[in-house]
């Protein structure tokens, strides 16, 4: 359509402002050669949770969805030389693309994949008295959204930021009835975030060459 067409060309217009480094383009480059779906975040995404990062003063990162490790590369680059970002990845062909571009871009050190079901590594981390995390990116299977929220709040400090992403789905999110089981995902995330005593948090509508969606904030108290 061409409310499409704009999005993507306005994406292409700020790209001056991203400023996408070659090294970003590298890692996306080795996960589409993998030929892993194509489904990281975009450009502005990626530099946007390097400013979130950035913005709470963040030393510790966990991300849920590491895919080919390119929001992964946004967030470590962000960090302090003895930060850390902890990703939590379901499949192990998708950890060793990441493990791998991560790697040949220096920033393998502060980067430590997790392979396996998500809720499995939370209720370790959780179970293990994981020292807090400051910022988390949850872009995993939607299914499951609630539970690893439920799990990234009690898992981070006082002040930290949950970014949720993809919770708008085309509008999508609104049809009470709808028979995609991601939408019913999201649907019962928003209604326990909203419920949630621990945490203060907006939804922010977006549009760009990814289409029409959105991402939760959520800030701890
Ligand atoms: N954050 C990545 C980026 O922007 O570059 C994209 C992540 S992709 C949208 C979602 C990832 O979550 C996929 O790699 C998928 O294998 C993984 N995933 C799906 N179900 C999962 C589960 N139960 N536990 C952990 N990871 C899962």
């Known amino acids: 359509s ?4 704009a999005w993507a060309a306005v994406d292409a217009f700020v790209a ?6 070659q090294t970003a383009r590298d890692v996306q480059a080795a996960a589409s050669d993998a030929g892993l779906p194509d489904i990281a975040v975009s450009a502005a995404q990626g530099r946007l949770l390097e400013l979130l990062a950035r913005s709470v003063g963040a030393r510790r990162i966990l991300e849920i969805g590491t895919l080919g490790g390119y929001s992964t590369w946004w967030l470590a680059q962000s960090l302090p030389t003895d930060g850390r970002v902890v990703s939590l990845e379901l499949e192990p062909d998708h950890a060793a693309v990441a493990s791998a571009s991560l790697a040949a871009t220096g920033l393998g050190d502060r980067v430590e994949v997790l392979v396996g079901p998500a809720l499995a590594s939370l209720d370790a981390l959780v179970a293990a008295g994981s020292e807090p995390f400051d910022l988390v990116f949850v872009d995993a299977d939607k299914q499951q959204l609630a539970a690893y929220t439920d799990r990234a709040i009690t898992l981070s400090r006082p ?7 993809n919770v708008v789905r085309g509008g999508a999110v609104t049809d009470a009835d709808h028979p995609d089981d991601r939408v019913q995902g999201v649907r019962t995330f928003l209604a326990a975030a909203a419920a949630d005593e621990r945490v203060d948090g907006t939804v922010v509508q977006t549009v760009g060459e990814k289409g029409y969606d959105g991402f939760a904030l959520l800030r701890v108290r």
Not at 2 to 5: C, D, G, P, V, Y
Not at 16 to 21: A, F, G, H, R, S
């Open 159 to 165: 002040g930290a930021l949950v970014m949720v992403d």
């Open 2 to 5: 061409s409310a499409e067409r």
């Open 16 to 21: 001056p402002l991203v400023d996408e480094p």
